[in-house]
């Protein structure tokens, strides 16, 4: 009913506009590097978002219902894909210790990810943010947040013991409509590990048509994927024109909140293109911007969508079949990155937030203040959901722990949606640098795939003992 109400012409010459888009960027894929499509589709839709700006971005109507759609769309696929591809991985395995192995090296490597992001936001923090002074202002308003609000806010958050109920399976079918992303992982691998106790048991011969029908399955999902990547670019400028639109009309924020702004991108983007490319270049023995050139689907995707789950599907799909990661870890790693880590969200925007009100505040910080934000940020940066939000839920909770106002979290929510770009673009490609890690250090990454003189279909790579 709200859509019908807000309906105007010149949303539909909007629209209009769009489709001419849309027919650009279809000629273009044919004749140009996918890439650089992704890359003209975020420019358009910088430039169609301000163009097409207004309240309640009430012109782009069409074009937002659009960019909703393709979210929707990825995040339907999100649990088949995980459910399917874990259980077909670990069911050609012949014991469980690939699965013990791969899933300890995981969790190690992004919470490498998670600390190099606190201990980045903390340094830049502590000296840009005392220089440049003047923070006090922006916070001038924190009396006039009603406790009413601050309270609201505040139940956003769960306790420890929650917090670590949720991860595990509790309703197969309830976590796999929300997408419960480390409950899924658990049903897959239970599935897997019971598929094998039979299968050594009584026989592969009993447990066949299991696999006969997953297998199947899975093929089908794949294909219903395909259709639905194919699809990004125009995603990628619906949904980047949205964002465009929401800026330019909070112009008079941002300006208030710009050297925040500022420390968070710098941040983020120095963690997602200088750490990890380190992490690439030494440990995982792979070139990065040839790395970052072949995951830039899911990059784009993640910075427009500002979903970790919703660019899973992707981010899986680009690590299998341009990266050379084996099925097993790219099934493993990279959706137990959207709720383990999550560099981008658990770390550096809580830290930076908490680290801006103190020198506001004129908190005397020592370091034994700064171990202690990092202690927490880390616990905060195990069980989170890679979903649009979990970044307000982790400062908040962060505000609570350190004996800071809530309210101060609250005022800073005008640029919560326009770092969550940045945020997620990090947590994504550290989720996907992380998979290339532990396929190199468990022998299962394949250089012939990522030097693209082999096609990666139906490429199965063996694991050597290192």
């Known amino acids: 009913m709200n859509f019908l109400l807000n309906f105007n012409w010149i949303s539909l010459f909007a629209l209009a506009i769009a489709v001419i888009v849309f027919a650009i960027l279809t000629l273009l894929s044919k004749k140009i590097n996918w890439t650089w499509v992704i890359l003209i589709a975020l420019g358009l839709g910088i430039a169609f978002g301000i163009l097409f700006s207004s309240d309640n971005s009430s012109y782009l109507l069409w074009t937002d219902l659009l960019g909703s759609i393709y979210i929707s769309l990825i995040s339907a696929l999100v649990a088949p894909v995980i459910l399917l591809s874990i259980i077909s991985c670990f ?28 201990v980045l936001s903390i340094v830049f923090g502590s000296i840009i943010f005392p220089l440049v002074g003047g923070a006090e202002s922006v916070f001038s308003g924190i009396d006039s947040v009603s406790e009413a609000t601050v309270n609201a806010y505040k139940g956003l958050t769960s306790g420890i013991d929650e917090v670590l109920l949720k ?5 197969i079918v309830s976590d796999l409509a929300t997408n419960n992303i480390v409950a899924i992982i658990i049903i897959g691998v239970a599935f897997a590990l019971a598929y094998l106790g039979v299968a050594k048991e009584e026989g592969e011969e009993k447990v066949a048509p299991f696999k006969n029908i ?21 995603a990628v400028f619906c949904l980047i024109a949205g964002s465009a639109s929401t800026i330019f ?8 909140l710009f050297v925040l702004l500022a420390v968070i991108y710098g941040v983020a983007l120095l963690h997602t293109y200088g750490y990890n490319a380190l992490i690439l270049k030494f440990v995982a023995k792979v070139n990065s ?36 990661v084996d099925e097993e870890v790219a099934n493993f790693t990279a959706p137990l990155g959207t709720t383990i880590g999550m560099p981008g969200c658990t770390c550096v925007w ?4 908490a680290i801006f009100y103190a020198n506001a505040a004129h908190l005397d910080w020592g370091i034994v203040d700064y171990i202690f934000l990092a202690l927490i940020s880390i616990i905060l940066s195990v069980g989170s959901a890679g ?15 350190l004996g800071l106002p809530v309210a101060a979290v609250i005022l800073l929510i005008p640029i919560n949606t326009i770092s969550d770009m940045a945020r997620t673009l990090d947590n994504v490609t550290s989720a996907s640098v992380a998979a290339t890690v ?9 250089d012939e795939i990522f030097k693209n003189t082999i096609n990666a279909r139906n490429v199965k790579v063996e694991a050597k003992n290192e």
């Open 91 to 118: 069911i050609s395995l012949k014991e469980g210790r690939s699965i013990k192995i791969i899933g300890i090296s995981s969790v190690v490597w992004l919470m490498l990810a998670a600390a190099a992001a606190i």
């Open 167 to 171: 991860l595990f399976p509790s309703n």
């Open 214 to 234: 997953v297998e199947a399955a899975k093929k089908i999902v794949y294909k219903i994927l395909s259709f639905v990547i194919d699809l990004t670019p125009y």
């Open 249 to 256: 009309t909070n112009i008079n924020a941002i300006l208030n």
């Open 289 to 324: 911007f040839q790395f970052f050139r072949k995951t830039a689907r899911a990059q784009a995707t993640a910075f427009t969508t500002q979903s970790s789950v919703g660019t899973l599907p992707i981010t899986i799909s680009e690590l299998k079949d341009k990266v050379g």
């Open 350 to 353: 809580p830290v930076l937030l």
């Open 387 to 401: 979903v649009p939000g979990i970044a307000l839920v982790s400062s908040i909770a962060l505000f609570q722990v």
């Open 438 to 446: 532990v396929a190199r250090k468990t022998g299962k990454l394949n």
